[in-house]
């Protein structure tokens, strides 16, 4: 099968890494797994070799034939394979239906398109949140979600992110175990849910837009940064900033996401 360049296909191939994806996962006998971007269908046959319940999705409908032509034949209770495209589909709709519990209880992998990487961890982070996310993705997006405060890689994607998961970048994995082999480096990343999160299903939205508009002013201070997301005077914001206990002048490239958590419900006050 040859891969689609207009899906960013890179086919992972080596078994020892295919192992180690499903090994990070942390599979339990009763998971429910969803898979986006079977592919071939090489992850997705580890994964049923440990016992799990796998949904496979795969926009390629030529693979998504071909994984269902493979499973009739081998008799794979296991597997159900979606064909279409995993930004569209309604996850939690596909996962119901295999779960006696009301609220499931799933797990997510997937080696996913690096052009669609953000959306798709937008998505996986659309409550109700899954029990873990495992993603194999570009090195780039890896290291922005992994990045501490004051990094040169500290940005909106990484407080969004870290606010509600415990990021772990787990190892890097050689372009020469795909076909073809991609031009970067990829990373396999372990997203796990806070217990509790620092920030509210209700909050999510405006969290994550609130974040993202004092990134755009990044290097500026605080207390201008707010004056221009809140529309209020600097005398007013500087008062809210003291009374948070929160430096005026820092800039936002520095600030945990505990303290934007703080600062959107104090603006969400005014």
């Not at 005026?248 to 969400?268: C, D, N, Y």
Request: hydrophobic letters at 45%.
């Amino acid at each position: 099968m040859i891969p689609d360049k207009r899906l960013g296909q890179h086919f992972l191939t080596d078994r020892n890494i295919l192992q180690r994806i499903v090994d990070a996962l942390e599979p339990a006998p009763d998971d429910v797994v969803l898979e986006i971007g079977a592919g071939k269908g090489s992850l997705t046959e580890q994964l049923l070799a440990r016992g799990l319940r796998v949904i496979a999705i795969e926009k390629d409908r030529r693979l998504a034939r071909e994984c269902g032509v493979r499973n009739a034949e081998c008799g794979m209770d296991g597997l159900t394979v979606v064909p279409g495209d995993a930004l569209r589909l309604d996850w939690h709709a596909l996962i119901t239906p295999h779960s006696t519990l009301r609220t499931p209880h799933f797990k997510i992998v997937g080696n996913i398109p690096y052009a669609i990487t953000s959306p798709l961890i937008d998505k996986a982070l659309t409550p109700p949140l899954p029990a873990r996310i495992v993603f194999l993705m570009q090195a780039e997006v890896a290291d922005r979600l992994a990045a501490p405060p004051g990094s040169k890689t500290y940005g909106a994607l990484s407080v969004g992110v870290q606010a509600v998961c415990r990021v772990e970048r787990l190892f890097t994995v050689r372009a020469g175990a795909f076909t073809p082999p991609p031009k970067v480096q990829s990373v396999l990343v372990r997203l796990t849910p806070l217990a509790p999160p620092l920030v509210g299903p209700d909050e999510l939205v405006a969290f994550r837009a609130f974040v993202t508009a004092c990134f755009t002013r990044r290097r500026k201070q605080l207390r201008n940064v707010l004056v221009a997301a809140t529309g209020r005077r600097a005398a007013q914001v500087s008062a809210g900033l003291a009374t948070l206990e929160v430096d005026p002048a820092a800039r936002p490239e520095t600030l945990g996401p505990e303290v934007f958590v703080r600062l959107l419900r104090w603006t969400a006050g005014l």
